[in-house]
């Protein structure tokens, strides 16, 4: 897939739909502290592992702040999405699946792994990780995201995931790192 990105101009954020940034002042053992923080939305997260294909399922797409950082910006991350609207994690997390890749998993198939706190020097979101094994009979779309979010769906064969999770040139996310590790400590014993 070609992508062209141009950087229009980068500028203070004072209005946004998504962050509130934030600055938090306390009194931590008798010393008067200030913080900077961002309140952001929690989210979801999915491992999924294709079994007919042996593979694990990823989402690449551009992200803003990772081309500050690398001139590249396209990052594989798990399947995820901010919890923003009234559902409950697990039917965001289906419906994250469903957006971004095409596969129709069901709540049922859907496996709460844990929770953890996500960025936890700046903003602190909860993330909640689920497990999902899928196949082509519940292929529905091609994924992709929706409006203008230009996700691709990769697949990384699973003899090949731990290789491509050390691979640094590969940018990829702690929860993506975290899911895969947990995933091997579980099936692969």
């Given at each position: 897939?070609?992508?062209?990105?141009?950087?229009?101009?980068?500028?203070?954020c004072?209005?946004?739909?998504?962050?509130?940034?934030?600055?938090?002042?306390?009194?931590?053992?008798?010393?008067?502290?200030?913080?900077?923080?961002?309140?952001?939305?929690?989210?979801?997260a999915?491992?999924?592992?294709?079994k007919?294909?042996?593979?694990?399922?990823?989402?690449?797409?551009?992200?803003?702040?990772?081309?500050?950082?690398?001139?590249?910006?396209?990052?594989?991350?798990?399947?995820?999405?901010?919890?923003?609207?009234?559902?409950?994690?697990?039917?965001?997390?289906q419906?994250?699946?469903?957006?971004?890749?095409?596969?129709?998993?069901?709540?049922?198939?859907?496996?709460?792994?844990?929770?953890?706190?996500?960025?936890?020097?700046?903003?602190?979101?909860?993330?909640?990780?689920?497990?999902?094994?899928?196949?082509?009979?519940?292929?529905?779309?091609?994924?992709?995201?929706?409006?203008?979010?230009?996700?691709?769906?990769?697949?990384?064969?699973?003899?090949?995931?731990?290789?491509?999770?050390?691979?640094?040139?590969?940018?990829?996310?702690?929860?993506?790192?975290?899911?895969?590790?947990?995933?091997?400590?579980?099936?692969?014993?």
């Amino acid at each position: 897939m070609k992508h062209t990105i141009e950087v229009l101009r980068i500028e203070e954020c004072t209005y946004s739909d998504y962050i509130k940034p934030k600055s938090m002042y306390y009194r931590h053992n008798d010393v008067e502290k200030r913080w900077d923080i961002v309140d952001t939305h929690d989210s979801v997260a999915i491992l999924l592992y294709h079994k007919a294909l042996d593979s694990f399922v990823f989402v690449k797409q551009f992200r803003p702040s990772i081309y500050l950082k690398n001139h590249d910006g396209f990052t594989h991350e798990l399947c995820a999405g901010i919890v923003d609207k009234n559902k409950s994690f697990i039917e965001i997390a289906q419906e994250e699946v469903l957006e971004e890749t095409g596969y129709d998993v069901s709540i049922k198939d859907l496996q709460k792994v844990t929770a953890f706190y996500t960025a936890v020097g700046f903003a602190g979101g909860l993330q909640t990780l689920y497990f999902a094994i899928i196949d082509e009979s519940m292929r529905v779309g091609e994924g992709g995201g929706i409006d203008c979010e230009n996700i691709e769906v990769v697949y990384v064969k699973r003899e090949d995931t731990l290789a491509f999770m050390f691979n640094e040139a590969n940018a990829t996310t702690s929860g993506l790192m975290f899911a895969l590790m947990w995933y091997f400590k579980t099936f692969e014993k």
